[in-house]
């Protein structure tokens, strides 16, 4: 992952709100006191379960609806206020493009040409994201996931210095995620600053250099992956050899700061101390003779560590009131 702690920020947020409806109790507070800060040449991820906040949030980074209340910037200028010269060097790619259905994919690039400065040629956009011997095909052709490239294709025209992505492999393959998340990393490594939101929590491991967790409209954890892991326990699996029978809550090594849970003869072990607590295990498995069958040891994964963090949030974060729903 990319050290940007020097870098200067590509995009800063403060104190950011957004309301739908209404002043008071009538209305529904969407984001609720965003503080963001994402530096240049950074894969930022914003993560956070349906109705967190991440859509409504974007689209205020992105200068598409103005904020209720608090400041953004993009490479130093208000995205809202000031749309005509930040446009120009932002890319995005909204969770939905929206095309004609009735063009094709290369008069789809070109019209959105047009409206671009500097633009790179469509077929080189269009090959970027494996398109190009789809140019011809009628955007109501395309399958969905053909459709989410299309999307990442029109985004990429300008060659931005801060990229959008909303979503950006919903709805594709294995082997064409793959690809898309292959052109994300040669384009952070070409200095463009990337902010993506995803439910992929394995997109967000493999890309980011650092990441939000969002809960009703606020920022509940933060930091690298290996930041926001820490202090989740890892977990050590195994069974017990037929001699030795269903656990029973004896015999194992002392194991300090661990849980033991027992399924029959299959053990699980969650501890704070991984290298420590399976040193202490295989070597009393040593000792004793004990082969300890189908052993599988490893460190928390960012998908336990959003979910704990998520349910802890909720048990602390009391619920607003309502009118439609946060995106």
């Given at each position: 992952?990319?050290?940007?702690s020097h870098r200067e920020?590509?995009?800063?947020?403060?104190?950011?709100?957004?309301?739908?409806?209404?002043?008071?109790?009538?209305?529904?507070?969407?984001?609720?006191?965003?503080?963001?800060?994402?530096?240049?040449?950074?894969?930022?991820?914003?993560?956070?379960?349906?109705?967190?906040?991440?859509?409504?949030?974007?689209?205020?980074?992105?200068?598409?609806?103005?904020?209720?209340?608090?400041?953004?910037?993009?490479?130093?200028?208000?995205?809202?206020?000031?749309?005509?010269?930040?446009?120009?060097?932002?890319?995005?790619?909204?969770?939905?493009?929206?095309?004609?259905?009735?063009?094709?994919?290369?008069?789809?690039?070109?019209?959105?040409?047009?409206?671009?400065?500097?633009?790179?040629?469509?077929?080189?956009?269009?090959?970027?994201?494996?398109?190009?011997?789809?140019?011809?095909?009628?955007?109501?052709?395309?399958?969905?996931?053909?459709?989410?490239?299309?999307?990442?294709?029109?985004?990429?025209?300008?060659?931005?210095?801060?990229?959008?992505?909303?979503?950006?492999?919903?709805?594709?393959?294995?082997?064409?995620?793959?690809?898309?998340?292959?052109?994300?990393?040669?384009?952070?490594?070409?200095g463009t600053t990337v902010?993506?939101?995803?439910?992929?929590?394995?997109?967000?491991?493999?890309?980011?250099?650092?990441?939000?967790?969002?809960?009703?409209?606020?920022?509940?954890?933060?930091?690298?992956?290996?930041?926001?892991?820490?202090?989740?326990?890892?977990?050590?699996?195994?069974?017990?050899?037929?001699?030795?029978?269903?656990?029973?809550?004896?015999?194992?090594?002392?194991?300090?700061?661990?849980?033991?849970?027992?399924?029959?003869?299959?053990?699980?072990?969650?501890?704070?101390?991984?290298?420590?607590?399976?040193?202490?295990?295989?070597?009393?498995?040593?000792?004793?003779?004990?082969?300890?069958?189908?052993?599988?040891?490893?460190?928390?994964?960012?998908?336990?560590?959003?979910?704990?963090?998520?349910?802890?949030?909720?048990?602390?974060?009391?619920?607003?009131?309502?009118?439609?729903?946060?995106?």
């Amino acid at each position: 992952m990319n050290d940007t702690s020097h870098r200067e920020p590509a995009v800063e947020a403060a104190g950011l709100h957004r309301r739908y409806g209404p002043a008071g109790a009538a209305g529904f507070d969407a984001v609720r006191g965003l503080d963001l800060t994402v530096h240049r040449g950074e894969l930022f991820a914003l993560l956070g379960t349906n109705g967190a906040g991440k859509t409504s949030s974007m689209e205020l980074i992105e200068g598409l609806a103005a904020p209720t209340a608090g400041t953004v910037r993009v490479l130093g200028r208000d995205p809202y206020r000031e749309r005509t010269a930040v446009r120009q060097r932002i890319g995005i790619m909204l969770q939905e493009g929206g095309f004609p259905g009735d063009l094709t994919v290369a008069e789809t690039g070109r019209t959105w040409t047009g409206l671009t400065s500097g633009a790179r040629p469509v077929d080189e956009a269009l090959e970027l994201v494996g398109l190009l011997d789809r140019r011809r095909v009628r955007v109501k052709q395309l399958s969905g996931g053909e459709r989410r490239r299309l999307d990442l294709a029109i985004a990429l025209l300008g060659r931005p210095e801060v990229l959008f992505l909303d979503e950006p492999t919903t709805g594709l393959d294995p082997e064409a995620r793959a690809a898309v998340w292959r052109l994300v990393r040669e384009l952070r490594e070409q200095g463009t600053t990337v902010l993506l939101t995803t439910h992929y929590l394995e997109e967000a491991e493999e890309l980011a250099d650092r990441l939000a967790i969002m809960h009703r409209g606020r920022v509940v954890a933060g930091g690298t992956v290996a930041e926001v892991i820490a202090g989740h326990p890892s977990r050590i699996t195994f069974e017990l050899p037929e001699r030795c029978g269903a656990y029973d809550g004896l015999g194992l090594p002392a194991m300090p700061g661990a849980e033991v849970a027992a399924d029959g003869r299959r053990i699980t072990v969650r501890t704070p101390t991984l290298q420590a607590t399976l040193t202490g295990l295989l070597g009393w498995a040593a000792h004793h003779g004990v082969a300890l069958g189908g052993l599988d040891a490893r460190s928390a994964s960012l998908e336990e560590a959003f979910l704990a963090i998520a349910a802890d949030a909720a048990e602390t974060t009391p619920a607003p009131s309502l009118i439609g729903n946060a995106r």
